[in-house]
């Protein structure tokens, strides 16, 4: 068995607390957390979305993005409506303080950025390394014995 520090799992778990850690530092003014950020970004990037899309986006099922909406809305940053003709169906859009928020944390990305002391070329591949490993364990799940 190999150890702890040759264990993909471990150091991607190890770069994953380091990576929250930092954006907990960066995102302290706010009072946001890592999660509520991400939603945030999937709103200033794509505009207004129901809950579904941004779990699928983030990968958060709706137990986990249900009180972080929630949370989110009390702030002022978002609002969630039911859709008149489907009212199953909620969406997601920023508030005019959410918005504002976007520049007032311009500078989270380039402070993460300093803090990973990573190149542009080996972050792009670290990125693309990292997506493919993700759809590779996603589609190949299964394969594990129950």
């Not at 068995?1 to 770069?15: H, K, N």
């Not at 991400?38 to 986006?57: C, F, K, N, Y």
């Not at 303080?97 to 990973?116: K, N, S």
Request: aromatic content about 6%; hydrophobic content about 40%.
């Amino acid at each position: 068995m190999p150890g702890i520090d040759d264990m993909v799992c471990f150091s991607l778990y190890s770069a994953s607390r380091a990576t929250t850690k930092a954006y907990h530092r960066a995102l302290r003014p706010w009072g946001l957390t890592y999660p509520q950020y991400l939603v945030m970004v999937a709103l200033w990037l794509h505009g207004p979305q129901t809950v579904s899309e941004i779990g699928d986006r983030l990968a958060l099922d709706s137990g986990t993005l249900s009180p972080l909406l929630r949370r989110l809305e009390a702030s002022g940053y978002l609002s969630r409506t039911r859709r008149a003709d489907d009212e199953r169906v909620v969406e997601v859009s920023l508030t005019a303080r959410g918005d504002e928020l976007r520049d007032e944390m311009r500078e989270v990305p380039t402070q993460i950025a300093t803090c990973m002391s990573i190149e542009l070329e080996a972050a792009r591949t670290l990125l693309d390394s990292l997506h493919d490993y993700t759809r590779n364990v996603r589609a190949n799940t299964e394969a594990i014995a129950s």
